[in-house]
């Protein structure tokens, strides 16, 4: 799939946007991290299951019916900062001495890998909290959820990756990733379903509102490599997944603290 108009050309980051940049970027280090610290000093106990079920037979004859085994529980509040405190860790080290010229020679080439590995732990690690709490207990499950999540953040750095400024675009990365996408929400629509009106009405918040920001991120790609309006500089794009990052975790954290965590 090679169609679509043509990315932008390199562009050359200027000094002052480079500290404007490195200026944001911390500004969302101290904001992460503080609502990570929040988290942590201000949430009770409240914990979700991680669950197993084994064999115990041939398939398909078990010897005995299958048994659910709690293998251990986590503190929702830590798991909640914990995705905080990735991209915190994400922006400090943007924002440092060692990775500031790295992320800026990734802008000046239409991409940033330190965004797309950020995604891959925090975006998944909220898709395995939203799932917990729709009732996705099962250690395979939530591993699977986790994994495909992540493959489908990486497919972004292959976007960003296959494609050249000054060159048609390939839309195959960006078509893949949401193929991968779909699956975690489809896996959490299916619990929803089956619980039916013993879901608590917060959780379809939560899922509404993250399925909506979560596919902002994929619009805001679009825009880019489409170059419409002020998405036709890269940089304009890039503030938007930051923002659009905050956003998203800030909104996931608060409702399950409200709602939860109180």
Same mark, same amino acid.
Request: glycine share 8%; hydrophobic share 50%; proline share 4%.
């Given at each position: ?16 946007? @480079?500290?404007? %940049? ?14 990570? !610290? ?17 064999? &115990?037979?041939?398939?398909? @004859? ?11 529980? #986590?503190? /929702? ?25 790295? #992320? ?22 909220? /898709? ?7 009732? +996705?207990?099962? /250690?395979? !499950? ?13 497919? =972004? ?8 400024? =000054? ?7 960006? !078509?893949?990733?949401?193929?991968? =996408? ?8 299916? #619990? ?12 379809? =918040? ?8 979560? &596919?902002?991120?994929?619009?805001? @790609?679009? %825009?880019?490599?489409? !170059? ?5 500089? #890269? ?15 800030? +909104? ?11």
């Amino acid at each position: 799939m090679n169609t679509g108009t043509q990315v932008d050309h390199p562009v050359n980051v200027t000094t002052d946007q @480079q500290r404007s %940049l490195r200026r944001l970027n911390a500004t969302m280090a101290l904001i992460h991290g503080t609502q990570a !610290a929040l988290m942590i000093a201000l949430s009770n106990s409240r914990s979700l299951p991680i669950t197993g079920v084994w064999a &115990n037979g041939p398939p398909g @004859q078990p010897n005995r019916p299958l048994a659910v085994d709690h293998l251990f529980s #986590y503190r /929702i509040g830590w798991a909640v900062a914990a995705f905080e405190i990735i991209s915190a860790a994400s922006h400090a080290l943007i924002a440092s001495p060692w990775g500031h010229h790295r #992320y800026v020679a990734e802008l000046e080439r239409h991409r940033n890998r330190f965004r797309w590995v950020e995604y891959s732990l925090s975006a998944s690690l909220m /898709i395995v909290i939203i799932s917990g709490l729709t009732g +996705v207990t099962d /250690i395979a !499950a939530l591993m699977a959820l986790f994994g495909i999540n992540a493959s489908m953040t990486l497919f =972004g750095w292959l976007m960003e990756t296959t494609n050249t400024p =000054g060159e048609r675009v390939s839309w195959t990365p960006f !078509a893949f990733g949401c193929v991968a =996408g779909i699956v975690p929400w489809a896996a959490v629509v299916v #619990y929803l379903i089956g619980a039916g009106s013993d879901v608590p009405s917060f959780v379809y =918040g939560i899922f509404v509102s993250l399925f909506v920001f979560f &596919n902002c991120f994929a619009v805001n @790609q679009v %825009l880019q490599y489409r !170059a419409r309006g002020r998405w036709a500089d #890269y940089l304009f794009g890039e503030r938007v997944y930051v923002f659009l990052s905050l956003i998203a975790k800030s +909104v996931l954290a608060w409702q399950v603290f409200v709602n939860v965590l109180t």
